[in-house]
């Protein structure tokens, strides 16, 4: 259950967009080498502020908040936060194989998939969906909280990184409940459509090429229930999305969506600071 959380050191926030890792990057994590600066603040805009260069927390400057403390996760706060995830034992070993992997920044953290599960708990999910499984990190820790009747569409176009992936659902003896989909994962999903199974999932999770969750979202919108739910990560994109002096084309695509996303009144959502940002999307 224990967490090498001293392998999870990361840099949270930096202080300028030219600090920021290069367009492109995909990681849920900057290296703590890269740490720029954790107190919070963007030199020379936003509205907040923090009150101390090192606080684990930043205070809302717009007196409408009424001077808002929110918390701003340190390196050091972070590590306790890790300290306090419940890791099966079986996603501790996938992350520690995928760690030495190319692409192993993409993994989600374990305090998200542990927010994963428990919303899949929480909404009793039978049926889910994931877009993205890389190894198999976030869709392992989704079957594993699965009850025996459930079943998890896990869509990825790399053979290499879903060869891990499957090994660890075996090993963790959840095969029987993944049902593995390797290709474009909108191809995937205009099947399941095509199928007849419009409505009938639970719950998705989309964690894959950035500029498609437009399209991924409308046809997981419609392969939910009304009252199932689409988290989509990387919704705050290293904190880029923020930033009005960085516009290349990912940063755009996502901060587009998420703006789109809060106007659309087929789902209520809430978005969760957590990694790299998620939007949490129920049906209405
Ligand atoms: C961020 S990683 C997923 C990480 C995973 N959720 C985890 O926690 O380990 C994104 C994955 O999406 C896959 N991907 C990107 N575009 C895709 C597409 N069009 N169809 C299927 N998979 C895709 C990539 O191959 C990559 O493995």
């Not at 808002?68 to 996760?73: A, F, N, P």
């Not at 992350?95 to 708990?121: F, K, W």
């Not at 994109?237 to 516009?247: E, F, I, L, R, T």
Request: aromatic content about 6%; proline content about 4%; glycine content about 6%.
């Amino acid at each position: 259950m224990k967490i090498a959380s001293s392998m999870f050191r990361c840099a949270y926030v930096v202080a300028s967009h030219s600090a920021l890792p290069p367009v492109g990057a995909v990681g849920k994590f900057l290296p703590f080498s890269k740490l720029i600066a954790a107190n919070g603040s963007v030199p020379g805009r936003g509205r907040c502020c923090c009150s101390r260069s090192s606080s684990p927390y930043v205070v809302l400057e717009d007196r409408s908040y009424g001077n808002k403390q929110v918390i701003s996760i340190t390196p050091q706060l972070y590590d306790y936060i890790l300290s306090n995830v419940r890791e099966p034992e079986i996603l501790r070993q996938l992350r520690e194989e995928t760690a030495s992997m190319h692409g192993s920044q993409m993994q989600v953290s374990p305090d998200q998939a542990q927010l994963l599960a428990m919303l899949v708990q929480i909404l009793g999910a039978e049926r889910c969906i994931e877009v993205g499984v890389y190894t198999g990190y976030s869709s392992l820790a989704v079957a594993l909280v699965l009850p025996d009747s459930g079943c998890l569409v896990a869509c990825e176009r790399d053979a290499k990184s879903l060869e891990v992936a499957k090994k660890y659902y075996e090993l963790a003896g959840v095969s029987d409940k993944v049902s593995v989909r390797h290709g474009l994962a909108s191809d995937t999903l205009h099947s399941l459509i095509l199928n007849g199974e419009t409505c009938s999932y639970d719950f998705a999770f989309v964690d894959a090429e950035k500029r498609m969750n437009e399209e991924y979202f409308e046809l997981l919108l419609q392969l939910v229930r009304v009252g199932g739910v689409i988290v989509i990560d990387n919704v705050l994109w290293h904190g880029k999305v923020a930033d009005p002096m960085v516009n290349d084309l990912k940063t755009i695509s996502i901060r587009n969506f998420n703006r789109r996303l809060k106007e659309d009144d087929r789902i209520s959502t809430s978005m969760v600071p957590i990694g790299d940002g998620i939007l949490i999307c129920r049906k209405r």
